[in-house]
């Protein structure tokens, strides 16, 4: 008696008929397999020739290949400080440019930019608490 194994075994490119290429495309597709699984499982020795049967029977569009983009590098904690205090300062240094541009603007155009905030709150707005 024959002792069956699961070792994988390798074909010939006569043994790939059109039966065999949709069901692993199929496999593939479905995402019960990736690519690179059903070389391993079939015994398909060729580097690409799973991705030629994907394009070439599969139903998924190759039209537009996405463009995969590397992740921006990690910053350590140290560095992330070192760049948010230096946003940080040029944030403070913006708005102490700006304030000075409205001071400014107060003294030679005579406008209020500023809004005046009143000490008191509105009679209005006591009536309403109560």
């Known amino acids: 008696?024959?002792?069956i194994t699961n070792k994988?075994?390798?074909r010939t490119q006569k043994d790939y008929n059109?039966?065999?290429?949709?069901?692993?495309v199929s496999q593939v597709e479905k995402g019960e397999l990736t690519y690179k699984q059903a070389q391993k499982t079939y015994g398909?020795?060729?580097r690409s020739t799973v991705l030629v049967w994907l394009r070439k029977h599969g139903t998924l569009d190759w039209s537009q290949p996405r463009r995969?983009?590397?992740?921006?590098?990690?910053?350590?904690?140290?560095?992330?400080?070192?760049?948010?205090?230096?946003?940080?300062?040029?944030?403070?240094l913006k708005n102490e440019i700006l304030n000075k541009m409205i001071d400014i603007s107060d003294q030679q155009y005579g406008t209020s930019i500023r809004?005046?905030?009143?000490?008191?709150?509105?009679?209005?707005?006591?009536?309403?608490?109560?």
């Open 115 to 130: 809004k005046k905030y009143s000490p008191k709150q509105s009679g209005a707005s006591d009536s309403k608490n109560k």
């Open 1 to 3: 008696m024959k002792s």
């Open 18 to 24: 059109l039966g065999f290429k949709l069901a692993v």
């Open 8 to 10: 994988a075994v390798k």
């Open 44 to 46: 398909i020795q060729g």
């Open 68 to 92: 995969l983009t590397m992740p921006k590098s990690k910053e350590t904690p140290a560095q992330k400080i070192k760049r948010l205090e230096r946003e940080l300062s040029d944030e403070k």
